[in-house]
């Protein structure tokens, strides 16, 4: 299981990179970033500047949209990065959150999706695709490669992304709602006619390493609320019980009242006064590195390939230095020098 870190774009700017540089040095293989141009600093200059000062990290949004980046834009973004800096990055891409909804706009449909999936993934990769009646390319990309992840909740979004997806992204730790969606993405690739196990599973959620259980709840709730928003689009779209979504999934949003996005990804989020302190430790990793190691060998057992950490909360450097000292070097495949 490869681990990775996902980092919100906060000023200044420096700060971000200093993070991404620490995170190489412990062992972690790759920086995500939030993409809200407007809530915070624009992700792709910094992806630059990281790449920049570290040898082997990859790179990339967690996530993207067609709605605010356009796609062809976009492609060529990330094939100029790999050209400056070799192929070290990758591609997390949805319908939408705060990007369009602080603009007032609103997430693309599961088939515009799905077609910015296939046109990204030809461009970037040096391919030929189909564009407005042209036959379009990049044609200084022949030796670009960048995987394109789709992050997934509902049913659809989870079959296009067994269908056309290089990856999934779930953005949440609990095992019951991960071994559901990753059958559903599994299985829409192999009905598909791929081998499933080309679709590679991210898990990403907040991790935490600490005894303190009742503070790392406290820094953490935020996560519920814009997990909240996910779950609410898929109410509305499926109703409670349709569609095979798990309740788990459904319950706890039921005293949601409303959102702001002035406080999107903010430990101390007053939005999300709503969620339990059971979904709290069900969708986050809390506790001692022990605990950490067992979420985590939970999690690879389901066929999760990495977890990337949301390193929002007030103990960064800690929680850095305790996976990269005493949980990477566990849950990481070892190597004998001899048999």
């Not at 790179?59 to 990065?81: I, Q």
């Not at 339990?276 to 986050?284: A, M, Q, V």
């Amino acid at each position: 299981m490869d681990i990775g870190v996902v980092l919100q774009c906060t000023p200044p700017s420096a700060r971000v990179v200093d993070l991404a540089r620490k995170a190489e040095t412990y062992g972690f293989k790759y920086v995500w970033t939030f993409d809200s141009h407007i809530l915070w600093e624009e992700p792709y200059v910094i992806y630059s500047k990281i790449l920049n000062e570290t040898r082997s990290i990859t790179v990339g949004p967690m996530v993207t949209n067609p709605a605010t980046r356009d796609m062809t834009v976009t492609a060529s973004v990330f094939a100029t990065l790999n050209e400056m800096y070799g192929n070290r990055t990758v591609i997390g891409i949805g319908r939408g959150d705060s990007a369009v909804r602080v603009t007032n706009g609103k997430p693309v449909s599961v088939a515009d999706l799905r077609q910015s999936v296939i046109d990204i993934k030809g461009l970037v990769n040096g391919e030929t695709i189909e564009y407005k009646g042209n036959d379009l390319r990049i044609p200084w990309a022949s030796e670009s490669r960048t995987p394109v992840w789709v992050a997934a909740y509902g049913p659809k979004v989870l079959a296009l992304t067994g269908e056309v997806g290089d990856g999934f992204i779930l953005q949440l730790a609990d095992p019951a709602i991960a071994e559901w969606t990753i059958k559903a993405v599994k299985d829409a690739a192999k009905a598909a006619g791929r081998n499933p196990d080309d679709v590679k599973i991210c898990v990403a959620a907040p991790a935490y390493v600490t005894e303190d259980i009742a503070h790392a709840r406290d820094q953490l709730r935020w996560f519920g609320g814009m997990v909240g928003n996910h779950v609410a689009d898929i109410v509305e779209r499926y109703g409670e019980n349709d569609g095979g979504i798990p309740q788990a999934l459904t319950d706890y949003i039921k005293g949601r009242k409303g959102y702001d996005y002035n406080q999107h990804g903010q430990a101390g989020n007053t939005h999300a006064d709503f969620v339990p302190d059971e979904i709290i430790d069900r969708f986050c990793i809390i506790g001692p590195p022990e605990e950490q190691i067992r979420r985590l060998e939970e999690l690879k057992s389901l066929g999760v390939d990495q977890f990337a950490l949301y390193l929002q909360h007030d103990d960064k450097e800690h929680t850095l230095a305790e996976y990269g000292e005493k949980i990477i070097p566990t849950v990481v495949e070892k190597r004998l020098a001899t048999e």
